[in-house]
């Protein structure tokens, strides 16, 4: 299939383009995570570069139950967050046909986008601010529509110490291979644990779906 070029709506990227028609696997493959190398080295650097020269960095929220929005609490996630530029070219193309070559092949969910809300973005865990995020799901019910989640690792996993993106209901963690792209249900729980040296950087963001299916 030739992929037509991507270009960011003003809520979403869309992914309809790249869905494949496969007959559904016999299993969902809820409690599985895919992985896959992404991003070169230069081109990770290329990312931190981009992080490192903005301005753009806030505190990551979490959601609370009855809260509109996000609240900063750093005893449940302790990270800065930079969003990427919304102009649907590179890293966005190569990052959206990876995650649905991967939904094809694994999970056969019914995607829609990555929305402008919840857009991909730059998250930053240093040993300085006890970087970490308890364990926890990214859906919910503030994100009800959230169906896959990803992480792409951009710097060197041996830059740093602690930071692991540990899957509770597998017991086991990610890879921290420089370009490494994790795919995950947003229904699987996962923690960051503390970061002790260092800091960790990895592009993190969630493609949505319709929440009945």
């Keep these: 299939m030739v992929a037509r070029p991507l270009a960011w709506g003003d809520w979403r990227v869309d992914m309809t383009e790249y869905r494949r028609e496969l007959p559904p696997l016999p299993n969902p493959h809820q409690r599985t995570v895919a992985t896959r190398p992404l991003f070169s080295a230069s081109e990770c650097d290329a990312l931190l570069d981009l992080a490192q020269q903005g301005t753009g960095w806030s505190d990551a929220s979490v959601s609370r139950p009855g809260a509109t929005d996000g609240i900063v609490d750093r005893d449940v996630r302790s990270a800065g967050l930079f969003p990427l530029p919304t102009d649907g070219g590179w890293p966005f193309h190569r990052l959206v046909e990876a995650i649905a070559d991967h939904n094809s092949a694994t999970f056969r969910f019914d995607l829609e986008g990555i929305y402008e809300s919840d857009r991909p973005a730059i998250a930053r865990y240093t040993a300085a601010e006890f970087g970490q995020f308890r364990a ?64 960790r950087h990895v592009v993190v963001g969630w493609v949505h779906g319709p929440a009945t299916t």
């Design 136 to 199: 926890h799901i990214d859906a919910g019910a503030s994100h009800s529509t959230r169906k896959l989640s990803y992480v792409v690792q951009l710097n060197k996993g041996s830059s740093y110490t602690g930071g692991d993106l540990f899957f509770s209901d597998l017991g086991t963690a990610a890879p921290r291979d420089q370009g490494t792209l994790v795919v995950f249900p947003s229904t699987l729980t996962h923690v960051v644990t503390p970061v002790i040296e260092g800091i």
